[in-house]
């Protein structure tokens, strides 16, 4: 569906950010995109979806295509009319418009006013909790119902493709797990295809279906999400378990670090 | 108490006037976070091209409004795309002294292409005052009271319930995800000034009706900043609001003060109170607050 080839990103002109990118995202399933700060995975969906160039970005090789159409050099506004959403790390809701606003902002390609009303009432039915506050100003929402707000608006564009970028960060592990049952009902009933960026692999693995490893700008790792979560690095390093399985006690740590075998 | 009607009366319908061309200002802040220190230019240019409309060519009243209009919307279009959307991203500051720079031009150059002389012209409506209870109003300030609540009116309805206008106060709060939502971002830019280009256009009329037209319209502009630091930079009714205080304030010094202290307090008072609302509530009566979540 979505498919990056071999990208390259240059901040500034001269700070190499990603360094030869491939992904595959697959139609009506999740891929995730695992690792640590810092090692590229909010600029590879910024790469997508076009953010990039007003942050001084620029792909300097490669291609991303949607479907055979070619996304590279297409302004932010234009990717979206093509069928890609991005959800902001962090949320960025607008917080001076309310709820309600927030989602007709969100719809703001959408030809008439009953496709954006059907939006609103399809998000509400996935976020009952977003047509309580929906003429609250959303700045004053908690932590997660920005979080459903974000999600929601994205949606309101009927986007083809979801970028989902660390949607657990700063809630409550509750308030996760909801959420990230909600995105997979989202994907088997309105056969949406998500790109999800995570730095807890746990959660991401439990609920895609494919996933890449990326580190210094680079995939160190891909496979399937019942391969990786099998693979002895990534529960080292990801999901902080040691070879027998077991919990790992930090006492251990100093003792011996293992050494991560990606790196040649 | 007549005396003070009489003075709260005009200071109402000046106040609004003051709306009106804060407004311009008003909505170009809001869209685009610009501050525009020549939307006073704005209202001179307008006014001199009615003027030259009106008296220099012979041409009707309505004409001059429509030549008014359709000139201050290809200026404004014209000044975002050449001066304002390539300081896009840089800091605050350089859009401001773009705007300084950009008033000090037009104030030469308006006498420059229009003539220096002070040309007269007239809203087509009589000139006798209108007694209206312990209110005597000038019909002149009248119709430009009402075309400023008008106005005020239509854009308020705008951006609190028009999708265009929740997709500009969208823009307003944060240009990437804007963008990321498929919103045009340098469209709306460009939509925000044709409109503050049509406020001065208006502005420019009523003002130069009753000032007379020359450069000393501009100086209408300096009372902009009162009124928008009293009632928030970003909002509509604070425009209002604000420009009713600065107008009231305005003619209640001139009526008591002025004659005790030998004048000049009107031209001062509503900065005064500027500076006062700077360090006690530095958002204005209705600016939007930087919003902290604990």
Known sequence: MLSL?????????????????????????????????????????????????????????GSIELAGQRLNGKRASDVTRLGIAQVFEGRRVFEHLTAEEN???????????????????????????????????????????????AIGRALMSKPKV??????????????????????????????????????????????????????????VLEGDAEKLRSNSDIKEFYLGLNEVGARKSYRDVKHYRRRKRWLS | MDFAFLLIGNGILIGLMYSLIALGFV????????????????????????????????????????????????????????????????????????????????????PFIFGSGTRSITLPVGDEPIEFGPFILQPVQLVGALVSLLFLGAFSWFFLKSRMGVAMRAVADNQQVASAMGINVERYFALAWAMAGIVAALGGIVWGSMLGVDVQVALVGLKVFPVVILGGLDSIPGAVVGGLIVGIVENLAAGYLDPVVGGGTKDFAPYVLMILALMFRPYGMFGKRKIERV
């Open chain 1, 5 to 61: 080839n071999n990208i390259e990103v240059v901040y500034d002109g001269v700070i190499l950010v990603l360094r030869g990118v491939s992904v595959e995202v697959r139609e009506g399933a999740i891929t995730t995109i695992l690792g640590a700060n810092g090692a590229g995975k909010t600029t590879t969906l910024k790469a997508i979806s076009g953010v990039l160039y007003s942050e001084r970005g620029e792909i300097t090789k």
């Open chain 1, 103 to 149: 989602l007709i902002a969100g719809g703001h390609i959408m030809p008439d006013i009953k496709s954006i009303r059907d939006g609103i009432d399809m998000v509400y039915t996935y976020f009952p909790r977003l047509r309580e506050r929906r003429h609250q100003q959303s700045g004053y929402l908690s932590g997660g119902e920005q979080q459903m707000l």
């Open chain 1, 162 to 219: 979801v970028l989902l970028d660390e949607p657990s960060l700063g809630l409550a592990p509750m308030l996760v797990e909801e959420i990230f049952a909600i995105v997979q009902r989202l994907v088997k009933q309105e056969k949406l295809t998500v790109l999800l960026v995570e730095q807890n692999a746990t959660l991401a693995l439990g609920i895609a279906e494919h996933g890449y490893v990326m580190e210094n700008g680079r995939i």
């Open chain 2, 27 to 110: 909505l170009v802040y809001k869209a685009t976070d610009a501050i525009n220190f020549a939307q006073g230019e704005f209202v001179m240019l307008a006014a001199l091209i009615s003027g030259s409309v009106i008296v220099g060519a012979g041409l009707p009243f309505w004409v001059a409004v429509i030549v008014a209009l359709a000139a201050m919307i290809a200026f404004s279009f014209a000044l975002e795309r050449v001066v304002l959307r390539p300081l896009l991203g840089r800091p605050i500051v350089a859009v401001i002294m773009a705007t300084i720079g950009l008033a000090a031009i037009l104030r030469g150059l308006g």
